[in-house]
């Protein structure tokens, strides 16, 4: 068959399963206009309302928290969610993929191959550790093809502090002999302002991944460091982290829906009441642990080196690892 006729009936396919997809207006109590409303907001397929709460949904939408509930439920029951059989269980996590990250070392310390999708990994260290240098790297990794422990993918990097250095990404590329125009070109980098404007970026995101953007890595650095500016007075605490816990589950909404990896960094403050080992702790404490699925503090180590713990994770244990800066990137021996 010709490459012409053959691209032909391939589009044929795709608008006519197009067709066939449920629609938000599918569902009862959404209408043309509250469905253009939820566009707005980023909520375009059944997946992303499905994993809503009515509240959330009643809130974006505009209406009642009844109406939600019922919509949500005719979503989750088209799309057929709830309990699911094993071997439906295994397959769901044989689509999850992985971004190495160019150290065998921190691989294995995160299961064996990287940095993975539909899970977040949350690295948390003091200045200089490494977070964003982790950063860099797997926004350049996430674009190799599977042999080479990338995903064939895009790379989303939300910049919160200015920290992006595109003459970084270049000169990685250049070293692993990668073209830098080309990877610098595959990542969609977003400088946030505020923690509004941060959370904001997400709808964004789902945006371009339904204009076919292969996003397969969404990078925030610093996750926390905008909250942590924006309530610092006394009695706002409260507050702070009851956005930070919307944030992270709105993260892993995002990871979940497009099988993404999340990369998210995270700051370190001084803990006066530890008396034992390394007095630090992560921003955000307990939400933001919780949240996240693996969680990774990192240190600087002899000779210019760098220590990273698995601090918390399902099914890995408390590992420590050493891993290296370059020029090349993140690699373990320098
Ligand atoms: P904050 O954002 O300030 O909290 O720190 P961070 O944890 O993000 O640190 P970052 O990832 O920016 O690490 C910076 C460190 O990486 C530097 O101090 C260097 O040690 C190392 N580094 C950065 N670029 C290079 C490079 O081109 N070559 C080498 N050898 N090391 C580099
Ligand atoms: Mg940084």
């Known amino acids: 068959m010709a490459v012409k006729d053959e691209v032909k009936q391939i589009k044929e396919a795709v608008s006519k399963s197009k067709d066939k997809e449920p629609q938000l207006t599918d569902l009862p109590g959404i209408g043309p206009a509250v469905s253009s409303k939820l566009e707005s907001v980023g909520i375009y397929d059944l997946m992303s309302l499905a994993v809503m709460t009515p509240t959330d949904l009643s809130e974006a939408a505009g209406v009642s928290p009844a109406v939600a509930r019922k919509a949500i439920q005719a979503a989750r029951k088209m799309l057929d969610l709830g309990f699911m059989e094993g071997t439906e269980y295994a397959k769901k996590r044989e689509s999850i993929n992985y971004i190495t990250t160019g150290s065998k070392n921190l691989d294995n310390l995160l299961g064996g191959r990287g940095v993975e999708s539909r899970s977040i990994t949350e690295v948390f260290g003091a200045y200089g550790s490494g977070k964003t240098q982790i950063g860099l790297t797997i926004a350049i990794n996430v674009q190799f093809p599977l042999d080479r422990g990338g995903v064939n993918g895009k790379a989303v990097f939300i910049d919160t502090e200015g920290t992006f250095r595109p003459s970084r990404i270049k000169q990685i590329a250049e070293k692993i002999g990668a073209n830098p125009e080309k990877v610098l070109k595959n990542i969609f980098v977003a400088r946030a302002f505020n923690s509004d404007h941060q959370i904001l970026l997400l709808d964004k995101i789902s945006e371009m991944i339904r204009n076919k953007e292969p996003i397969k890595l969404l990078i925030i650095d ?16 409260a507050d702070r982290q009851q956005r930070l816990n919307r944030y992270m589950h709105q993260l ?50 002899k000779a210019g080196s760098r220590v990273a713990k698995m601090i918390d994770s399902p099914n890995l244990p408390e590992n420590e690892t050493v891993f290296n800066i370059t020029e090349t990137g993140i690699v373990d021996d320098a």
Do not use: C, W
């Open 252 to 301: 892993m909404k995002l990871a979940e829906t497009h099988n993404l990896a999340v990369y998210v960094t995270n700051q370190v403050m001084a803990n006066p009441a530890q008396l034992f080992g390394d007095p630090t702790t992560a921003i955000g404490g307990h939400i933001v642990g919780h949240a996240s699925t693996y969680r990774i503090y990192l240190r600087r180590g």
């Open 222 to 237: 610093s996750l926390t460091a905008h909250f942590r500016a924006e309530y610092s007075g006394r009695g706002q605490l």
